[in-house]
């Protein structure tokens, strides 16, 4: 099994900024790619930017210029440093991903993870 845990979410005032974790475990052969989504109250779920095992990049319109995606030093760990916060960036923040992991019985397996999520919240 296959865990994903964020950190680094919190307050912060408009302009701010702030780095968030997504660590995965478990029985990891490789990630595929990791994806962090965000979901504001009343509002559908949204991408907010990509990275693949290649360190290949794609970011939400709206985190282009602003946000960050990469490898951190730490292995099977995304960071997203976010910069130029703004209160429209406030929701939960939830990291995804699509991970080759290896079962008690020694098999090869592909599945989807997800967090559970961890809040972003930025004042005017």
């Known amino acids: 099994q296959v865990q994903l845990v964020e950190s680094g979410g919190g307050l912060v005032q408009s302009g701010g900024s702030l780095r968030l974790s997504c660590a995965a475990s478990g029985r990891i052969l490789r990630i595929n790619s990791l994806d962090w989504y965000r979901q504001a109250p009343g509002k559908q779920r949204e991408s907010v930017a990509r990275?693949?095992?290649?360190?290949?990049?794609t970011y939400a319109d709206s985190a282009k210029g602003r946000f960050t995606i990469g490898w951190d030093n730490a292995k099977n760990t995304v960071f997203l440093q976010m910069n130029s916060l703004k209160p429209e960036d406030t929701a939960v923040y939830l990291c995804?991903?699509?991970?080759?992991?290896?079962?008690?019985?020694?098999?090869?397996?592909?599945?989807?993870?997800w967090g559970q999520g961890i809040q972003v919240t930025v004042s005017s």
């Open positions: 995804s991903a699509d991970v080759w992991s290896q079962t008690e019985n020694s098999e090869d397996v592909m599945g989807r993870y």
């Open positions: 990275i693949t095992s290649s360190s290949s990049r």
